[in-house]
C-alpha cells in the first residue's frame, strides 16, 4: 500500500476511534486517537524522507566563555540571497541564533498550503534552504542554535490544534542535527546550553511556543490598531508551554549561570499591538515572570522574532532587575519602511526594513549590549545595562 494510502487510513481510522487493528510497525493495539496512528506511521519513514542542513560548525566549548552573539528570524526560502544573512555570516560572532520562520514551510509564493499530513511544502522549504549559498556560507562562519516558530512548523499562528506537528518535530530536528540529542527525546523542540567558565556562564534557553500552546483568541476588530488579530484571553486554563516544559524551564533556572538568555519565537514583555505575543494568554505571561522571580535567575534577557520588525524593551517591576528583550525580524520578509508602533517599554523607534540583532556581552563591565542592524550592518538602535 502506498504511503499516502496508509495514512489517509490511519487518520480515518483514528478519527472514527480505530474499529479495528492497524498493521503498521509499533502498533499493538488500536491506535486510541489521530495523534497516535500519526505517531505510529511517521516512524515507518525512510531516512530520505527528511531533508538536511548542511555540515555546521560544533557549539563553542563548555568553558569558552561568549562575548558576541549574532541573531535573526524569518527568512523566506524562495526569495533571493539575504543581504542581512551574508552579513551576519561576515559577521565575528561565538554563536547564531536562528530563532523562527526559519523557512516558510506552510506558503507556496504567497498561497498557503493547508492539511499536508506528509508536509510535502514543509520539506520541501527545508530542503531549498540548505542549497541557498547565503544560508551555506552562515553554516560554514558560525556554530548555530535553533528554534521554531509557526511558518518552520507548518501552520501560519499553528500551536498544538495542528494535527501534524509530531512530523514537523521530526522534519525541524533532524535537519538541524538535534534528533540524537536531548531535545529528541522528548516532545517539543525546547533545549538550553550552558557556555563559559564559573563568573562568565552564559544560559542559552531556546523555548517551544508552539507544539503545546492553546489556540489565541481571535480579534472582535479585525485589523484595528492594537487588536490585529487576537486579544487577551480570560480563560486561565489556556497554555503557552506544557506542563513538562514549564517544569524542564524552572529547572533550567536554577542552574548556575552569570547571564541568561531565553529565547521565545514571539515576543514576551510588549502589550500594544493584536498579534501574536505572551499577553495573549495573560497568565501565562505572569507565569513566566513569577517562575523567573522564585527561582532567583539572575541576568534573564529575552530574545524573540517573528514580528517583521526589530524592537528593543525595557521595562521596571517585572523581575528584581529592568528586564530587556530584543526583537529581532526579518531577514528578507520586511514589509514596510517605517512603523508608529510604540509600547509603553519600548526603546526607541521599531525598524522595519530587513534586519538582524546583536548581543555583545562585557564581562569585565559586567554589562550586556543589545543592538538592532540593518541588512548591511549598520547599527539602527542600541540599548546597554549592567547584568551584575
Known amino acids: 500500500m502506498k504511503r499516502?494510502?496508509?495514512?489517509?487510513?490511519?487518520?480515518?481510522?483514528?478519527?472514527?476511534?480505530?474499529?479495528?487493528?492497524?498493521?503498521?510497525?509499533?502498533?499493538?493495539?488500536?491506535?486510541?486517537?489521530?495523534?497516535?496512528?500519526?505517531?505510529?506511521?511517521?516512524?515507518?519513514?525512510?531516512?530520505?524522507?527528511?531533508?538536511?542542513?548542511?555540515?555546521?560548525?560544533?557549539?563553542?566549548?563548555?568553558?569558552?566563555?561568549?562575548?558576541?552573539?549574532?541573531?535573526?528570524?524569518?527568512?523566506?526560502?524562495?526569495?533571493?540571497?539575504?543581504?542581512?544573512?551574508?552579513?551576519?555570516?561576515?559577521?565575528?560572532?561565538?554563536?547564531?541564533?536562528?530563532?523562527?520562520?526559519?523557512?516558510?514551510?506552510?506558503?507556496?509564493?504567497?498561497?498557503?498550503?493547508?492539511?499536508?499530513?506528509?508536509?510535502?511544502?514543509?520539506?520541501?522549504?527545508?530542503?531549498?534552504?540548505?542549497?541557498?549559498?547565503?544560508?551555506?556560507?552562515?553554516?560554514?562562519?558560525?556554530?548555530?542554535?535553533?528554534?521554531?516558530?509557526?511558518?518552520?512548523?507548518?501552520?501560519?499562528?499553528?500551536?498544538?490544534?495542528?494535527?501534524?506537528?509530531?512530523?514537523?518535530?521530526?522534519?525541524?530536528?533532524?535537519?538541524?542535527?538535534?534528533?540524537?540529542?536531548?531535545?529528541?527525546?522528548?516532545?517539543?523542540?525546547?533545549?538550553?546550553?550552558?557556555?563559559?567558565?564559573?563568573?562568565?556562564?552564559?544560559?542559552?534557553?531556546?523555548?517551544?511556543?508552539?507544539?503545546?500552546?492553546?489556540?489565541?483568541?481571535?480579534?472582535?476588530e479585525y485589523g484595528a490598531k492594537g487588536k490585529e488579530r487576537y486579544v487577551p484571553s480570560a480563560d486561565p486554563n489556556q497554555d503557552m508551554l506544557g506542563n513538562d516544559q514549564w517544569t524542564w524551564l524552572e529547572n533550567q533556572l536554577q542552574k548556575s549561570a552569570d547571564l541568561r538568555f531565553i529565547v521565545s519565537s514571539i515576543q514576551v514583555i510588549p502589550t500594544a499591538h493584536g498579534w501574536e505575543s505572551w499577553d495573549k494568554l495573560p497568565e501565562e505571561q505572569q507565569r513566566l515572570y513569577r517562575l523567573i522571580n522564585e527561582t532567583h535567575a539572575n541576568g534573564v534577557v529575552f530574545i524573540s522574532g517573528d514580528r517583521h520588525t526589530g524592537f528593543l524593551y525595557r521595562e521596571e517591576g517585572i523581575l528584581p532587575y529592568p528586564a530587556y528583550e530584543l526583537t529581532a525580524s526579518s531577514f528578507n520578509q520586511s514589509f514596510a519602511t517605517e512603523t508608529d508602533e510604540m509600547d509603553p517599554n519600548q526603546i526607541g523607534a521599531g525598524y522595519p526594513p530587513n534586519n538582524f540583532g546583536s548581543i555583545d556581552i562585557d564581562w569585565e563591565d559586567g554589562s550586556v549590549t543589545l543592538s538592532i542592524h540593518a541588512e548591511d550592518g549598520h547599527t539602527i538602535e542600541q540599548t546597554r545595562d549592567k547584568f551584575r
Not at 515507518?44 to 555540515?55: E, I, K, N, V
Not at 506558503?107 to 514543509?122: H, I, K, P, S, T
Request: include cysteine; charged fraction near 25%.
Open 4 to 220: 499516502t494510502a496508509v495514512l489517509a487510513t490511519l487518520i480515518g481510522l483514528a478519527a472514527c476511534q480505530a474499529p479495528g487493528p492497524i498493521t503498521i510497525p509499533g502498533i499493538t493495539r488500536p491506535p486510541q486517537s489521530a495523534d497516535e496512528a500519526l505517531e505510529a506511521y511517521y516512524r515507518t519513514l525512510p531516512d530520505d524522507f527528511y531533508p538536511q542542513a548542511p555540515p555546521g560548525l560544533p557549539l563553542p566549548a563548555d568553558d569558552a566563555a561568549l562575548t558576541r552573539i549574532l541573531v535573526g528570524s524569518c527568512l523566506d526560502e524562495e526569495k533571493g540571497e539575504s543581504e542581512a544573512l551574508r552579513t551576519v555570516a561576515n559577521t565575528p560572532a561565538d554563536l547564531f541564533l536562528m530563532i523562527g520562520d526559519n523557512v516558510y514551510g506552510d506558503m507556496n509564493g504567497r498561497a498557503y498550503v493547508n492539511n499536508q499530513a506528509e508536509l510535502d511544502e514543509l520539506r520541501e522549504s527545508f530542503r531549498d534552504l540548505a542549497a541557498r549559498p547565503d544560508f551555506q556560507a552562515v553554516r560554514k562562519a558560525h556554530p548555530m542554535m535553533v528554534a521554531w516558530d509557526d511558518h518552520d512548523m507548518g501552520a501560519n499562528d499553528g500551536g498544538r490544534s495542528f494535527p501534524f506537528r509530531r512530523l514537523s518535530e521530526r522534519i525541524h530536528e533532524r535537519f538541524w542535527g538535534l534528533a540524537n540529542k536531548d531535545v529528541g527525546a522528548w516532545p517539543g523542540t525546547y533545549y538550553s546550553r550552558i557556555f563559559g567558565p564559573v563568573g562568565k556562564r552564559t544560559q542559552i534557553i531556546m523555548l517551544d511556543t508552539r507544539f503545546f500552546r492553546s489556540d489565541l483568541t481571535p480579534t472582535d
